[in-house]
């Protein structure tokens, strides 16, 4: 103990006997946390990367990724990211192709062609209508202004005077060519996050069967394969079950705070029936560009399928944000689906 301090005394600043001192050593204590500190530094980038490639919210769910890369994403998430993104476009011009008939097997016994441009802030519209029956082709053109029609058998267009619609122009009718009978526009954030929240809520009542990928005159797409059934509602006043598909569409989008009449937002088939629909989205823009849908059995009291009592087939064909088409131009034009 004696030798220690004297060793040590000797060692001091100013001693006669000090021996030159080298560096002191760093004690072990501080150099051991570089390398776990490193570690934990790349583990972190790492994990970092991994979340930011593969997280599921909809910002980076299908980014700028191929359709390859996409398509094999989980389908209904990818599919809730288009429609929420479609849900909140302003402008929305659809063209439809509409048949109807008593069964698939059955030709169609009306088939009829629409065309309408909707601004969801200004509620300003333009419209077009063809109906044909044989070699019949009935006209009807109209936007917040003026109305027109024209029968086959007649020469010249009439103008409806008043400011009352009339025809497939009234708002009842008109309102059913505007959307696609699922989706709408015309909606902020906030509102189409609430609307796709509140229709996920409901189980059973869409599913998104699958994602593939598809080509159409060489352009390639994503097609979503979407069913909309029927799923039981229990009334409190009776105690009744019942079964329906078309009011919970209605009931989620009450959801957002809008009038569906006023807004407007309508829906497709009797409430009790079932849709399926295939969806051609662009995965460049975000945006559905094509449709097509038909009924699904509904149910009765006990689950049990009813019949579809009149078949349709709707084609429609999506624009987003485009300018209003010419409503006297339109008269001298048959309307197609471009598709």
Known sequence: MQEQYEQ????????????PSAPAPVPY?????VLPVLAAVVILAIAVTYLLVNRKDSNVTSGDKPVEQIAQLPASETFYEYFQNAAQQQKVAITKHVMLADSPADEPHEVYYSKSHFDYQSKRYVYAEDILNGDRRDKARCNNDKQYDKLSIEKEWREQM??????TCMPQLRNLA??????TGGLTKEQSQTFVKELQKRKGLITVQHVKQAEHKGKRYLRYSVDIKPIPFKDPATGRTFYDGATYLEWAFDETGLDEEKHPYTVVGASANGIHLEYYVDPKTRLPVYSEAHPLPGKDSEGKDKPISTY????ITYQ???????LEASKDADLALDW
């Open 162 to 167: 008043g400011n009352n619609p009339l025809g």
């Open 29 to 33: 204590r501080k150099k051991r946390w």
């Open 178 to 183: 505007i959307n696609d009978g699922l989706n």
């Open 320 to 326: 987003f944000g485009s300018t209003p088409f010419d």
């Open 312 to 315: 349709y087939r709707h084609r």
């Open 8 to 19: 040590s005394a000797r060692n001091q600043p100013g001693h006669a006997n000090a021996q």
